[in-house]
């Protein structure tokens, strides 16, 4: 029973870290870094940015909010239209895997608590399912902004090109580090499930034996 409690603890700490780093991923802005150097010119940190879900930051105070749903589709070209659309994709599905987690968190509360096998498991293959939407919404991030960077190229030139440094920044590694303690979560689950029905085999082969 000490294992199973270690199991089941070690359980819970994960699930909540994991939904507490997603949400800090999702709430900030570092999802995707452009850094402009260029030499013995002021001013270029006004050009660099950063972003997130949600808004851009330009410089170092002016910030817009990506009209991921608000904008004018009529007025954008074919290759815009499929950046927006990947972006839609993204802002609903890492918030409705944030959403999953909790319902998750409860159910694993409670087939804690129940000592059940069959609903460790249940909760265990809920909680794999919503890791992979999880690593769905940035895996869809990582394609659109690569997409975006694709086009961004085309219309700057190779010289300007050379001043700009680009880099995934460290709200997507905290939504990669939520999705892989999702994942350590859910085997867990599976391991108190596994213990559980181990200990009822156990249990029920002594009471046989007793008889």
Known sequence: ??????????????????????????????????????PNQTGSDDLSSHSGLWRIIEGTNRSSVIPTFTANMSSLSEAERHLLDLHKIVVIILPLSLILLVFGWIFGFVSSLTSSSRFLAGSAAYILFCSLFTSAGISVYIKYSN????????????EDLSFVDVSFGWSLYTAWFSYSLEVVTGLLLMLAARITHMKSRYDSGVAIAML
């Open 147 to 158: 997409q975006a960077m694709e086009e961004f190229q085309q219309v700057v030139s190779a």
């Open 1 to 38: 029973m000490m294992r199973y409690g270690l199991v089941i603890v070690t359980a819970g700490f994960t699930g909540l870290l994991s939904f507490s780093l997603l949400a800090v991923a999702i709430g900030t802005d570092y999802w995707y870094i452009i850094d402009v150097n260029r």
